[in-house]
């Protein structure tokens, strides 16, 4: 049994103009030990996924359907008490924005431990403190930083405070969500290594969201590609890299702008889909370079290839 | 000035007083550019490459008299313009425009973007209503927001980011401009369609014979782009030259921690050339070489003198005590065990 089950997840934005259908239909597991990078544009769904699993999804938005298993348990399921129990302690999380995610008047040390608190882990204020400051020390900050505010850290430090916090019950699952936008390349690379780290010590799991299909290459043993709300690919990251099935993340490979590639970028054509109305047949079709007759009219099933999930008419004719 | 170069910068520098007043917290002098100089040919493309925290976004609104700068000089087209007042500057500023990373906050909201680009036009006289309208529809349909008539009366809230990027493209370029500073005008737009607006400034630039100086923080991006490559760290350059060489064969130990350290589909799970820490807080910069805190090739040296941005040949400057020989990178490459 994989640690995450994802079967045929409906995640809808409930407007005014219609349903977003943000995430619609994803199914997709994951196993124990493995690093998945969750690659999509901006509308792809990538970080309505994350939120979904948390059971995090911001109102108008709700889970319209399909299931989320995590080691046998169904998380659509649980009501928020249950869920409580399981966010922060079994699935730690992090976001993009490390500024957005602290307090700004009250100390690391205060921030990082209400977690065990919550759980019940420290019984007081103190132990509290004590137990946050080992888990700064964990994430490569110092110990006493537990007194700090967050304004007295750098970005990067801000985002290893954040991880401290999210690692610190040693959940089975880390799910990134864009960690390190707001970063340069060096600080990107020294938390990617922290992340590693981490997963390697408590033996996690980990999910990391992001648009930049270079960064989830660099560690991801499986890559995941996401369009408009579907899962488009899916399977080992030197497969997907090197021989993508899916036109879209052959586009997204050439779109990436890469020191060591060629010295020319090619885009992909069009905008993407408007969810509330979604194009008919494969929602990749208005912009896809190799769209069959097929392709307007018939949504492309998941099909296994080998080693791997892909949703494309032509790749399956490829086969 | 030798002919062929639009902008001539020297010495320039720019420090920012926070706090100190009244509730206003400790007083801190934030040098944000401290001392940069180079220029800039017409029709050649720097890209000005740097963390936050590097100065750069201050140094290309500084060229563009934006920003009052404390000291240096700034020559555009042979004119001092360091000191010039706003009476003197206003002719000149359609020939000098600025796109900036976040196109949502370049427009306003409830102005149709048709007009938005119309707009600079009317504003500099330089035409009528009706005719700047013309143009608008004209820069609507180069930019690709077709039909343009449509576009004309949209709001930027009914465009995606790449198509409110092109507007705001569309608005620097209706006044014909000879210098752009295009300040991370892609980090905002999605990765596929990324190229579609880079392609639309190298278009304008040589329809145009425009300068420019394209601000980011992405190297291989500035790669696309870029004749030479300028990296600023803490307020100074401190490696520029031809974008190619500088990319093959970096000699500033910073350069090469870039480089390695780049997000690279195929440099997966690549060593990088390490170095130490975060960059300093520009409030407190370390004394010497503003690096050497975090350079593994720091010397005793390095933490008393700064270097100055030296002239290694071949039009490339490096400021470093301490440079990495020629070729560095590729035998660097070879001993871990890439070639």
């Known amino acids: 049994m994989a640690l995450l089950e994802i079967r045929d997840l409906r995640v809808y934005y409930y407007t005014l103009l219609g349903a977003v259908r943000a995430v619609d239909g994803v199914t997709m597991d994951v196993e124990r030990g493995e690093w998945v990078g969750v690659v999509?544009?901006?509308?792809?769904?990538?970080?309505?996924?994350?939120?979904?699993?948390?059971?995090?999804?911001?109102?108008?938005?709700?889970?319209?359907?399909?299931?989320?298993?995590?080691?046998?348990?169904?998380?659509?399921?649980?009501?928020?008490?249950?869920?409580?129990?399981?966010?922060?302690?079994?699935?730690?999380?992090?976001?993009?924005?490390?500024?957005?995610?602290?307090?700004?008047?009250?100390?690391?040390?205060?921030?990082?431990?209400?977690?065990?608190?919550?759980?019940?882990?420290?019984?007081?204020?103190?132990?509290?403190?004590?137990?946050?400051?080992?888990?700064l020390e964990m994430a490569g900050l110092p110990r006493d930083w537990v007194d700090r505010y967050p304004h007295q850290l750098s970005g990067g430090q801000r985002q290893r405070a954040l991880i401290a916090g999210a690692v610190a019950l040693k959940p089975e699952l880390l799910i990134a969500d864009e960690p390190t936008t707001a970063l340069d390349v060096i600080v990107q690379a020294k938390i990617m290594d922290l992340i590693e780290e981490l997963k390697r010590e408590l033996g996690m799991t980990v999910i990391l969201i992001t648009h930049d299909i270079s960064l989830a290459a660099e560690r991801s043993t499986r890559i995941a590609v996401m369009y408009a709300g579907k899962l488009v690919e899916y399977g080992p990251v030197d497969a997907v890299v090197e021989d993508p099935l899916h036109p879209y993340t052959r586009g997204l490979l050439e779109s990436a702008p890469d020191l060591w590639g060629e010295k020319r970028l090619r885009g992909i054509p069009g905008y993407p889909p408007d969810l509330r109305r979604p194009p008919r047949g494969c929602r990749f079709h208005p912009r896809c370079p190799v769209?069959?007759?097929?392709?307007?009219?018939?949504?492309?099933?998941?099909?296994?290839?080998?080693?791997?999930?892909v949703a494309c008419h032509r790749a399956l004719m490829r086969r | 000035m030798p002919a062929g170069e639009i902008l001539v910068v020297e010495g320039l520098r720019k420090y920012f007083v926070k706090g100190g007043g009244f509730l206003g917290g400790p007083r801190r002098v934030i040098k944000a550019v401290d001392g940069v100089s180079f220029t800039l040919r017409k029709g050649e493309t720097i890209g000005l490459v740097g963390e936050s925290g590097s100065g750069k976004t201050t140094t290309g609104r500084l060229v563009l008299r934006l920003l009052e700068p404390d000291a240096g000089r700034i020559l555009f087209e042979g004119v001092d313009i360091t000191h010039l007042p706003e009476s003197k500057l206003r002719p000149m500023r359609p020939r000098m425009q600025m796109i900036y990373q976040d196109p949502y906050w370049s427009l306003n909201p409830r102005k149709p973007v048709g007009e938005a680009i119309a707009e600079p036009l009317i504003v500099h006289r330089l035409a009528s209503r009706s005719e700047a309208r013309e143009r608008a529809l004209e820069l609507l349909e180069r930019v690709g927001l077709t039909p343009p008539e449509d576009f004309y009366w949209r709001i930027p809230a009914q465009l995606s980011g790449g198509?409110?990027?092109?507007?705001?493209?569309?608005?620097?370029?209706?006044?014909?401009?000879?210098?752009?500073?295009?300040?991370?005008?892609?980090?905002?737009?999605?990765?596929?369609?990324?190229?579609?607006?880079?392609?639309?400034?190298?278009?304008?630039?040589?329809?145009?014979?425009?300068?420019?100086?394209?601000?980011?923080?992405?190297?291989?991006?500035?790669?696309?782009?870029?004749?030479?490559?300028?990296?600023?760290?803490?307020?100074?350059?401190?490696?520029?030259?031809?974008?190619?060489?500088?990319?093959?064969?970096?000699?500033?130990?910073?350069?090469?921690?870039?480089?390695?350290?780049?997000?690279?589909?195929?440099?997966?799970?690549?060593?990088?050339?390490?170095?130490?820490?975060?960059?300093?807080?520009?409030?407190?910069?370390?004394?010497?070489?503003?690096?050497?805190?975090?350079?593994?090739?720091?010397?005793?040296?390095?933490?008393?003198?700064?270097?100055?941005?030296?002239?290694?040949?071949?039009?490339?400057?490096?400021?470093?005590?301490?440079?990495?020989?020629?070729?560095?990178?590729?035998?660097?490459?070879?001993?871990?065990?890439e070639s």
Not at chain 1, 293 to 303: A, D, G, I, N, W
């Open chain 1, 40 to 135: 999509g544009e901006s509308g792809s769904g990538k970080s309505t996924l994350a939120l979904a699993i948390m059971r995090l999804v911001p109102p108008p938005g709700r889970i319209a359907g399909g299931s989320i298993v995590f080691d046998g348990v169904d998380l659509t399921r649980l009501s928020e008490g249950e869920m409580r129990r399981i966010r922060g302690r079994r699935i730690g999380m992090v976001f993009q924005d490390p500024m957005a995610s602290l307090d700004p008047v009250r100390r690391i040390g205060d921030q990082i431990g209400d977690v065990f608190l919550e759980h019940g882990v420290a019984s007081s204020r103190e132990e509290a403190r004590r137990l946050a400051g080992e888990a």
């Open chain 1, 291 to 309: 769209a069959l007759e097929k392709c307007r009219e018939e949504e492309p099933p998941l099909v296994r290839v080998g080693d791997r999930l």
């Open chain 2, 163 to 337: 198509q409110r990027q092109r507007v705001v493209i569309a608005r620097a370029m209706i006044l014909k401009p000879e210098l752009l500073v295009a300040d991370e005008p892609v980090s905002m737009v999605d990765v596929s369609m990324r190229a579609e607006i880079l392609r639309l400034l190298k278009d304008f630039q040589r329809e145009y014979g425009l300068a420019m100086i394209f601000i980011t923080h992405d190297l291989s991006v500035a790669r696309l782009v870029a004749d030479r490559i300028m990296v600023m760290y803490l307020g100074r350059i401190v490696e520029a030259g031809p974008a190619e060489e500088v990319l093959r064969d970096p000699r500033h130990p910073y350069t090469a921690a870039l480089i390695t350290a780049a997000p690279s589909v195929r440099r997966r799970r690549r060593r990088r050339y390490e170095i130490r820490g975060e960059i300093a807080d520009p409030s407190n910069i370390p004394p010497g070489c503003r690096f050497h805190p975090r350079c593994p090739r720091a010397t005793e040296r390095c933490s008393r003198e700064e270097p100055s941005l030296a002239d290694i040949g071949d039009g490339r400057l490096v400021a470093c005590h301490n440079p990495l020989p020629p070729g560095w990178l590729r035998e660097w490459l070879k001993t871990q065990g």
